[in-house]
T-cell receptor, first 112, second 116 residues
Framework: DGGITQSPKYLFRKEGQNVTLSCEQN?????MYWYRQDPGQGLRLIYY???????QKGDIAEGYSVSREKKESFPLTVTSAQKNPTAFYLC???????????FGSGTRLTVV | AQSVTQPDIHITVSEGASLELRCNYS??????LFWYVQSPGQGLQLLLK??????LVQGIKGFEAEFKRSQSSFNLRKPSVHWSDAAEYFC??????????????FGQGTILTVHP
């Protein structure tokens, strides 16, 4: 079945370490997105990408980086510059405008 | 910039009762609107969407939503709630201008609790 796979589901890291969250889709979707979810704040856009080798900053990009070397993959790196990285991270993809998103099941990152 | 407001943070209903979740949006052009549902610790699932045409849209799991341009609203409704509907619900508006490529702006969510 087609879908989006996020891994790992739970991730623990020490403060000051960079960590990379994986997002893979086999839906042949062009666009991919990363959101951060905190209780009571909804979803906030970190980065998005329309095509391979191109991506744009979202509303809260500081302290994060991404790459889009393959259509299927859109990994997110949470760097040590991110002040408060503990959160639930959601990856999504879309075939284009007007279709809405398909979401992955999320990665819960805890920094201790 | 577009925005979405969900005025109710938490709603409690009894099983079998009707439900209405409120959503107000701000967007400069014709909005593209969505409702998503999220179970705890999971991703979001699309319930329904509105782009144009009939202002009453039907979705999955017996949900419907009505677009009211004059009120800038897109409220979600269900005539009879089941215990399995307990979840968090998100309204979203799509930005399709320029290089935005359909990125969505989400409301803060409404948590639905269903009493037996």
């Amino acid at each position: 079945d087609g879908g989006i796979t996020q891994s790992p589901k739970y991730l623990f890291r020490k403060e000051g370490q960079n960590v990379t969250l994986s997002c893979e889709q086999n839906l042949n979707h062009d666009a991919m997105y990363w959101y951060r979810q905190d209780p009571g704040q909804g979803l906030r856009l970190i980065y998005y990408s329309q095509i391979v080798n191109d991506f744009q900053k979202g509303d809260i990009a500081e302290g994060y980086s991404v790459s889009r070397e393959k259509k299927e993959s859109f990994p997110l790196t949470v760097t040590s510059a991110q002040k408060n990285p503990t959160a639930f991270y959601l990856c999504a993809s879309s075939p284009g405008q007007l279709y809405g998103y398909t979401f992955g099941s999320g990665t819960r990152l805890t920094v201790v | 910039a577009q925005s979405v407001t969900q005025p109710d943070i938490h709603i409690t209903v009894s099983e079998g009762a009707s439900l209405e979740l409120r959503c107000n949006y701000s967007y400069g052009a014709t909005p593209y609107l969505f409702w998503y549902v999220q179970s705890p610790g999971q991703g979001l699932q699309l319930l329904l969407k509105y782009f144009s045409g009939d202002t009453l849209v039907q979705g999955i799991k017996g949900f419907e939503a009505e677009f009211k341009r004059s009120q800038s609203s897109f409220n979600l409704r269900k005539p009879s709630v089941h215990w399995s509907d307990a979840a968090e619900y998100f309204c979203a508006v799509g930005d399709y201008g320029g290089t935005s490529y359909g990125k969505l702006t989400f409301g803060q969510g409404t948590i639905l609790t269903v009493h037996p």
